[in-house]
């Protein structure tokens, strides 16, 4: 890794340890608690009739090492439900014709996970 992938690594993890909230990552049965942080942010969605709608996505960012609701690292699958302390779930979903998640770097070590509110 260069220099500078370390310092932008470094500063991600600043980020979450400043900013960040222990979350639990449920899918099916199972679930991790991972580092991360809630963000919000707006998307521009068009349909056929090309009426732009504004779309507010719940993002989290957080290491995608740490992304193991299973047992072992994987990418966020659609349908993966988020818990935050208040008890509020966020589910992955991807954007309008988009993804449900992006990597926040080139070295695929940060990601960013769309998910909209399902339970207050």
């Given at each position: 890794?260069?220099?500078?992938?370390?310092?932008?690594?470094?500063?991600?993890?600043?980020?979450?340890?400043?900013?960040?909230?222990?979350?639990?990552?449920?899918?099916?049965?199972?679930?991790?608690?991972?580092?991360?942080?809630?963000?919000r942010?707006?998307?521009?969605?068009?349909?056929?009739?090309?009426?732009?709608?504004?779309?507010l996505?719940?993002?989290?960012?957080?290491?995608?090492?740490?992304?193991?609701?299973?047992?072992?690292?994987?990418?966020?699958?659609?349908?993966?439900?988020?818990?935050?302390?208040?008890?509020?779930?966020?589910?992955?979903?991807?954007?309008?014709?988009g993804?449900?998640?992006?990597?926040?770097?080139?070295?695929?070590?940060?990601?960013?996970?769309?998910?909209?509110?399902?339970?207050?």
């Amino acid at each position: 890794m260069s220099q500078f992938a370390e310092a932008v690594a470094a500063g991600q993890s600043a980020l979450r340890s400043f900013a960040g909230q222990t979350v639990i990552v449920h899918r099916g049965g199972a679930s991790c608690e991972v580092l991360a942080v809630q963000t919000r942010r707006p998307y521009e969605a068009a349909d056929e009739a090309g009426l732009v709608t504004i779309v507010l996505s719940e993002d989290f960012l957080l290491a995608a090492a740490d992304y193991q609701p299973t047992g072992a690292a994987s990418e966020p699958a659609v349908g993966d439900r988020i818990e935050i302390s208040s008890g509020d779930v966020f589910e992955v979903v991807p954007l309008a014709g988009g993804n449900h998640f992006d990597y926040r770097d080139a070295a695929k070590t940060e990601l960013r996970v769309h998910t909209k509110r399902v339970q207050c």
